[in-house]
């Protein structure tokens, strides 16, 4: 069982930045593609972005693309998402998220097998 532990949500202003890590329990992180996920009050869990297992390859939802940027750390078992130019609709609970299929990289909640708690992101206009 691989456990994902985030963290580094918080409160922040509209424009600003967040950084979040994922830490994972696993000896073989570096086979797993890792994905951030996102779900604000009342609506959905939605893709936000998706990196490989090398970190050759990665996708970002369309609303995120050229803000957010995800980076992965094999070295130290952990995956990163930095957000810069935080908006008030960013606002949510962010997941890490790891799918043990080799050569899938997927945006698709349903594609991945383990799960963190959930770190609370808010942006205040």
């Known amino acids: 069982q691989v456990q994902l532990v985030e963290s580094g949500g918080g409160l922040v202003q509209a424009g600003g930045s967040l950084r979040l890590s994922c830490a994972a329990s696993t000896r073989t992180f570096s086979s797993y593609t890792m994905g951030w996920f996102r779900q604000a009050p009342g609506k959905e869990r939605e893709f936000v972005t998706t990196?490989?297992?090398?970190?050759?390859?990665?996708f970002y939802a369309d609303s995120v693309k050229g803000r957010f940027t995800i980076s992965r750390d094999n070295a130290k078992n952990t995956v990163y998402l930095q957000m810069n130019s935080l908006k008030p609709e960013d606002t949510a609970v962010y997941y890490c998220?790891?799918?043990?299929?080799?050569?899938?990289?997927?945006?698709?909640?349903?594609?991945?097998?383990?799960w963190g708690q959930g770190t609370q992101v808010t942006v205040s206009s």
């Open positions: 990196i490989s297992g090398r970190g050759r390859s990665t």
């Open positions: 998220a790891g799918d043990s299929t080799i050569g899938v990289v997927s945006k698709t909640s349903r594609a991945y097998d383990y």
